[in-house]
């Protein structure tokens, strides 16, 4: 029986393997579903990866090599599924060699995420070809394949700046961005960028109605200040809404957090299977890439803690959200005298204050003003943890 | 006309739909020299390519109808042929819920109605008894009919399989061939189609779908007309498919038989159909409001859907016409066959259809020497009640890591003697790209797989 098996190789996964290897773990095994690892960063060609993590300033497939050179201690099997999480630590998988169960005293999964497409956003209008995602955008572009030329791109967090440097790029002329909101997610400078560098319109508080075409797509009709206007166009690139990719936790019964859409875990990256564990993008709507590798770095330290059996386990104290907060992680607290990190994002625009509550009392406070989607964080210290019940992070 | 063959067909079929392939089935087995026309560029892409792929007993079908005896004999040749052309059937039961004391006092009428439509086995039971079976259901429900017969299967396979058989068997399968034009000379139809030869059937068999009352003006002034009935569907995502066991269905009103919930043969849990009355035959559009409708019936039938996310959404369009019944007959002097208003049950009824079609000819157009030893070919499995390739030794890459989809099952079904002619028939045909990613992680690998063979994917 293997002592770990590691499933996703992007960043989170591949930094895992490397800290456990070099931690003296021989039999560290990674499975991959693509037949190359390196995670989503592989098609992102624009520079800044490893910038947190290795120092370095790189663009994306470079920095999913190193990850993979660097996590040579480690066995990793691309092209291989995991189809379920066994209770025990193990993993079934179909390879070439069909399929088969892997034993292993822990799973760590790292499967990541992927953006909302257009299904679960419940936009009307015909089903035509040319509607997308970012990633599936990229990936068709740098394989010199893009399936629309004057697209619309929907939603303005940075990784909709991102399809958009990708479309301009490679020469593509993208007719509009669309945001609901009276902002966009993203920070300032990217929409003056698109607006004159790239001379694209960047049109907030206007919504997408309806999708319009036979086989390709036609147009889009959109809604800005009550007024409806038909926008002529050959695709729309649904961007961003990120989704975590947990549904091998789903389906095995393992806690789901409805505000993250991952798997709840306690400040060692545990899932509420204390043989699963989980870090990186699936435990959460997306953080950049040395977020993720950090957090797999600190799951494989937990991981070597839990295989020496010196884990904590008990008491597990819940942490909750209230106020303008969508999330927060971890979902569950194990105190063992260090300082543990909460992290949260805002659902909306906000100006009030940011508190910490243990037992309903306000442990901690500061003022805070935020835009939807900013992410912050507080420190819960051990000696206002000892003997207490729940943990809650407010934003009210 | 050159390309003109010196004999004619003995049957021209209009229209590929799952109705169209199997009376293409029927006929080319009968013996008899057959085209299939197709104005698209694949089978199955009007009204036949979204419903709720179920294969109703006909049990709340109207007493008397050729529905009624369609749907019976349908379902019974799909159950006696399916193993071998390597079709599905999940045989998980229906349950007819009442949620309201008003709903509740109709119930025997339905099993009543279901026992003199020949299904015995239909009973009424309390609502004790139906929570028990379906623990996943809200508890506010208050009793149910169980129809034990009802059952799951493959709304895309089903067709091609039927079609693929035909093509096999020595019919041929034309695409793109829209029929704008017919003349009747002596006994012999001249067809107009368009981007194709003008073609010559001894007989003409209408199976239009959509289109069934602007083809039956080729033969005669159309006595019915189609108002296409559009019905959207909601998707959710695997962990739903376990939430209930049996197909959920209302009690029917006068106008509907209202939203079902059930399990589909890939995998997932199904919500629909809405029921809304269009003029546009050629799209079926999905709305926001219908689908956000559908979602919260959905929760309030089976509450835990609430926390699974829907995968996607899709709308179908039936050719409902002015009448009830199917609108099946022959017009001898016409050397013509009206298959049309096959309202909702054409999937199941669509073999009892076939049975009758071929009925009408022998009666009216000549006798039948069917094939002695025809071939049976088998379809790809795409259902969980099958084994499927990703779980074989010496598989090939997962392309659609979603829906389990390998490069193989791809590569064979843009090949082959009935190959996808459209990204929608791919997806059709393997269940790429259908899964909770939509395409985030697999177009471009499917667009690289299928650019070669289908048009107009790369801008």
């Known amino acids: 029986m293997r002592s770990v098996t590691i499933i996703g190789a992007g960043p989170a996964g591949l930094t895992a393997a490397r800290a456990l290897a070099e931690a003296g773990l021989r039999d560290v095994l990674v499975l991959e579903r693509n037949p190359v690892a390196g995670g989503l960063p592989r098609f992102c060609e624009h520079l800044g990866w490893g910038l947190q993590d290795l120092h370095r300033f790189w663009d994306g497939p470079r920095y999913a090599a190193e990850l993979v050179r660097r996590a040579a201690g480690a066995e990793i099997r691309t092209d291989v599924t995991a189809l379920a999480l066994r209770g025990d630590g193990g993993v079934d998988i179909s390879s070439h060699a069909g399929t088969e169960a892997i034993g292993s005293r822990i799973v760590l999964l790292t499967a990541g995420i992927r953006e909302m497409p257009r299904g679960p956003r419940l936009v009307s209008g015909t089903r035509p070809w040319g509607v997308t995602t ?164 600190n799951a494989a330290a937990a991981i070597l803690r839990s295989l020496r059996g010196a884990l904590p386990a008990a008491p597990a104290l819940p942490v909750s959200v209230a106020g303008a907060l969508r999330y927060v992680y971890p979902q569950r607290v194990v105190p063992d005298g260090r300082p543990i990190r909460l992290f949260g994002r805002a659902s909306r625009r906000h100006a009030g204050r940011l508190r910490l509550l243990i037992d309903g009392e306000t442990v901690y406070e500061r003022a805070i003003s935020v835009l939807p989607e900013r992410r912050m964080s507080a420190l819960l210290r051990p000696e206002q943890l000892a003997g207490r019940g729940a943990v809650t992070f407010v934003l009210d | 006309m050159p390309n003109q063959p010196a004999a004619p067909f003995d049957v021209a079929i209009i229209g590929a739909g799952v109705v169209g392939c199997a009376v293409f089935r029927g006929l080319v087995l009968a013996g008899l020299r057959c085209v299939l026309l197709e104005r698209d560029a694949d089978i199955i892409s009007g009204a036949s390519k979204a419903n709720s792929a179920l294969l109703h007993t006909g049990f709340d079908a109207a007493p008397g109808t050729l529905e009624l005896a369609c749907v019976r004999a349908g379902q019974r040749l799909y159950e006696a042929i399916h193993e071998r052309l390597n079709l599905p059937l999940l045989p998980v039961g229906a349950l007819v819920v009442a949620w309201t004391d008003e709903q509740l006092a109709k119930l025997p009428a339905i099993v009543a109605q279901a026992h003199s439509n020949g299904i015995p086995d239909v009973a009424q039971l309390d609502a004790a008894a139906v929570r028990a079976r379906e623990p996943g259901l809200a508890s506010h429900l208050k009793g149910g009919v169980l129809v034990p017969a009802e059952a799951v299967i493959d709304s895309w396979s089903a067709p091609l399989a039927y079609a693929l058989q035909g093509k096999l068997n020595g019919g041929e399968v034309r695409f793109g061939a829209e029929v704008t034009l017919g003349t009747l000379s002596g006994n012999v139809w001249t067809l107009d189609c368009t981007a194709a030869p003008l073609l010559r059937a001894g007989v003409v068999v209408n ?210 003697p009935l190959p996808a002619g459209t990204i929608g028939g791919l997806r059709r045909r393997t269940r790429c790209m259908m899964g909770r990613c939509q395409g985030f992680y697999c177009t471009r690998r499917v667009v690289e797989l299928a650019a070669g063979h289908i048009e107009n994917l790369v801008a």
């Open chain 1, 134 to 297: 970012t990633g599936a955008f990229q990936e068709m572009v740098q394989a010199g394949l893009p399936p629309c030329r004057r697209p619309v791109i929907i939603g303005s967090e940075l990784v909709a700046f991102s399809a958009l440097l990708t479309a301009r790029q490679a020469g593509l002329r993208p007719v509009a961005m669309l945001e609901a909101g009276p902002r966009i997610t993203a920070r300032r400078p990217a929409d003056a960028a698109a607006r004159y560098a790239f001379r694209i319109p960047v049109l907030t508080r206007t919504r997408l109605l309806e999708i319009k075409g036979a086989e390709r797509v036609q147009s889009v009709v959109i809604e800005r200040d009550g007024l409806r206007r038909t926008i002529a166009c050959d695709g729309v690139i649904f961007t961003g809404r990120f989704v975590p990719e947990a549904v091998l936790a789903r389906d095995a019964g393992l806690a789901i957090d409805p505000g993250t859409g991952g798997p709840a875990v306690d400040n060692f990256f545990r899932c509420s299977n204390p043989m699963v564990f989980a870090a990186g993008n699936v435990l959460r709507p997306v953080e950049h890439s040395g977020i993720a590798a950090r957090e797999g770095m």
């Open chain 2, 207 to 416: 199976c239009a779908g959509n289109y069934g009352d602007i083809v039956e003006a080729i033969a005669r002034p159309s006595p019915f007309a189609i108002k296409p009935r559009k019905g959207q569907f909601l998707v959710y995502d695997k962990p739903a498919y376990g939430l209930v066991s049996s197909i959920i269905l209302p009690v029917p009103t006068e106008r509907t038989k209202g939203v079902v919930v059930t399990r589909t043969a890939y995998g997932n849990l199904l919500v629909g159909p809405t029921a809304e009355d269009q003029d546009e035959r050629g799209q079926a559009k999905v709305e926001t409001a219908a689908m956000e409708a559908l979602a919260a019936a959905g929760e309030r039938m089976v509450p835990a859907l609430a926390g699974v996310p829907v995968t996607t959404a899709y709308a179908g369009l039936r050719p409902a016409t002015q009448f009830k019944d199917y609108q099946i007959e022959a017009l001898p002097e016409r050397r013509w066959i009206t298959v049309s208003g096959i309202r909702s049950t054409g999937l199941t009824g669509s073999l009892g259809i076939a049975q009758h079609v071929l009925a009408l000819y022998e009666q009216h157009f000549g006798a039948l020497a069917p094939l002695n030893d025809p071939v049976w070919p088998t379809v790809p499995n795409l259902t969980e009640a099958l084994p499927r390739p990703f779980m074989q030794p010496g598989r090939s890459e997962i392309v659609c890591h979603c829906e389990m989809v390998t490069r193989g099952e791809i590569v064979a079904a843009l090949a082959g």
